[in-house]
């Protein structure tokens, strides 16, 4: 059985920090996967909502 | 023309839960999707609404194929484009996202818990609202979700047990709106 693991993460329009959605603050996106022992995600996609917001669709390296 | 996602509402005279239902499937940024209701509107019980799903599989027409009861909803506008970018970069079969569960004793708890997240389906612990699956797939297999109590458990059980590829997606997509029972699911 293959899988894949996946996140979702809200970016900054140049796609290079997160968004917390709680108080917009931003972190580089390096130091946030750190954090989450998340380092080795790949971007898969980018999706943008009504209102401009961009997320990166991340996947784990296998 | 063939759309890319079906949400399938099994419908039982719940009139403002199902607006809320169908208001955030309208939300939808991706408009790439069709919606079928299953109507059971004498009431004839669980195990009557789980074989509905089977006998009305030939009105689900979409690639991907996704229960979102009467009284569920999703949570964010980007449910479908999510869902796409994934069945675009990726083989698919199933996907399997999270969802909020409202508990009589626990209050608002994540579905499937931490612990059962990526692993097979365990019995109260996953609800239709934590499987997207691949129509063929879902045709395939969705007889098995005619029980009389816990049929989502034993459709994600047998899909778990083929050797399809499963895609999770650690993102909470949707939530029943009305407070239920684990144990008792």
């Known amino acids: 059985m293959a899988t894949y693991t996946f996140l979702v993460v809200p970016v900054t329009s140049d796609g290079t920090y997160i968004v917390n959605p709680t108080n917009n603050t931003v972190t580089a996106i390096e130091t946030y996967l750190n954090a989450q022992g998340a380092l080795g995600y790949a971007v898969v996609g980018i999706i943008t909502g009504r209102d401009g917001q961009q997320k990166l669709i991340l996947q784990k390296a296998s | 023309m063939t759309p890319f996602l079906t949400f399938v509402t099994r419908c039982c005279n719940r009139p403002q839960m199902l607006a809320t239902n169908i208001a955030s499937v309208e939300m939808q940024i991706d408009n790439d999707y069709n919606q079928v209701f299953i109507d059971d509107p004498l009431r004839l019980?669980?195990?009557?609404?789980?074989?509905?799903?089977?006998?009305?599989?030939?009105?689900?027409?979409?690639?991907?194929?996704?229960?979102?009861?009467?009284?569920?909803?999703?949570?964010?506008?980007d449910f479908v484009s999510t869902i796409r970018q994934l069945a675009k970069n990726q083989k698919c079969d199933i996907i399997m996202v999270k969802s909020y569960w409202l508990a009589?004793?626990?209050?608002?708890?994540?579905?499937?818990?931490?612990?059962?997240?990526?692993?097979?389906?365990?019995?109260?612990?996953?609800?239709?609202?934590?499987?997207?699956?691949?129509?063929?797939?879902?045709?395939?297999?969705?007889?098995?979700?005619?029980?009389?109590?816990?049929?989502?458990?034993?459709?994600?059980?047998?899909?778990?047990?083929?050797?399809?590829?499963?895609?999770?997606?650690?993102?909470?997509?949707?939530?029943?709106?009305?407070?239920?029972?684990l144990t008792g699911r």
């Open chain 2, 45 to 77: 019980g669980l195990y009557a609404a789980n074989c509905n799903l089977y006998s009305n599989r030939h009105r689900v027409t979409g690639k991907y194929v996704y229960i979102l009861d009467d009284d569920t909803a999703l949570i964010v506008p």
């Open chain 2, 104 to 181: 009589t004793s626990q209050g608002r708890v994540i579905l499937p818990r931490q612990e059962f997240w990526q692993r097979p389906p365990v019995k109260g612990q996953i609800d239709t609202l934590n499987f997207i699956v691949r129509n063929g797939v879902w045709q395939r297999h969705i007889h098995e979700f005619c029980q009389p109590r816990c049929g989502d458990f034993h459709f994600a059980k047998a899909l778990f047990e083929q050797d399809y590829s499963i895609c999770w997606l650690d993102e909470i997509m949707a939530a029943t709106q009305q407070i239920g029972s």
